[in-house]
């Protein structure tokens, strides 16, 4: 009798599951460059002025964006506000003060902050003047919004 051959089989190797040990991925560390959009239709002035307008969004707060005040602008005398925030009982302008409002510019912003009070009193709450220098990202732009005491509702 001859002898038949065994059928082929695999023999199956029961391991265990090796576990890759691999560092999780934390983007929060990585600096995420910004795509600055534009806001309400016009580019952004600065970065700083594009978080403070995404952190308004954030907490749905209204506002216009590049508000333009006094005279047409162009004209010497004229200001554009950065934002003019639709609050109750009157609008609030706001300045976002950054590193172009130093020195000799600082003192022709406080003129024109006293001059825009002069001609809307009654008008406009007292501006805010935000410190472009504490916008890192936008959630520093949401806490300084809300730790403001003239727009707690």
């Known amino acids: 009798m001859t002898k ?20 999780a991925k934390d983007y929060l560390d990585k600096a995420v460059p910004e795509v600055l959009t534009q806001i309400q239709g016009r580019d952004p ?4 002025e ?3 307008a995404k952190g308004l969004d954030y907490l749905k707060i209204r506002y216009y964006y590049q508000y333009e005040v006094l005279q047409p602008s162009g004209i010497r005398g004229s200001q554009i506000l950065d934002f003019l925030l639709k609050t109750a ?11 172009w409002h130093t020195g000799e510019r600082e003192q022709e912003s406080k003129f024109k902050i006293a001059a825009l009070m002069a ?6 709450a007292e501006p805010i003047e935000v410190d472009g220098k504490q916008l890192n990202c936008v959630q520093d732009a949401i806490d300084m919004i809300q730790s403001e005491p003239k727009l707690r509702a």
């Open 50 to 52: 594009w978080r403070y």
């Open 89 to 99: 009982p009157l609008p609030t302008p706001v300045y976002i003060q950054s590193y």
């Open 4 to 23: 038949m051959p065994k059928p082929f089989h695999m023999k199956r190797n029961r391991t265990a599951k090796v576990e890759v040990h691999r560092p």
């Open 119 to 124: 001609e809307y009193r009654g008008t406009f």
């Open 45 to 48: 002035g600065s970065p700083q």
